[in-house]
């Protein structure tokens, strides 16, 4: 995948896997919803990507968000709390994926 920001290619990161829980992963015209599993240990990345999955269930069963649900991507970036603590490296925001 190389995704493109404002029509410039971005060469793709591979710092942490990341599972779709819903959408296509388009970006452009799209709402980008990312969950981190904070408080979820380095074994619990099953129950995370879980958890995820009702809570996106919930929130396209509550208005106007059913509505939009073909314009939302849901994404669970799977970085163990520990491992993320341990690099001193700041990662900047870009608004892509991972």
Not at 12 to 33: A, T
Not at 38 to 51: I, L, P, R, T
Request: with cysteine; aromatic share 12%.
């Amino acid at each position: 995948m190389n995704p493109e920001i404002d029509g410039k290619k971005v060469p793709p990161m591979d710092l942490y896997p990341v599972q779709v829980i819903h959408g296509s992963g388009k970006l452009k015209k799209r709402l980008d919803l990312v969950f981190l599993p904070e408080g979820y240990s380095a074994g619990e990345m099953d129950k995370f990507v879980s958890d995820c999955g009702k809570f996106t269930q919930y929130l396209f069963d509550t208005d106007p968000y059913g509505e939009y649900r073909d314009l939302i991507t849901v994404r669970a970036v799977l970085a163990h709390p520990w491992k993320a603590a341990q690099t001193s490296q700041w990662i900047p925001f870009t608004g892509r994926p991972c």
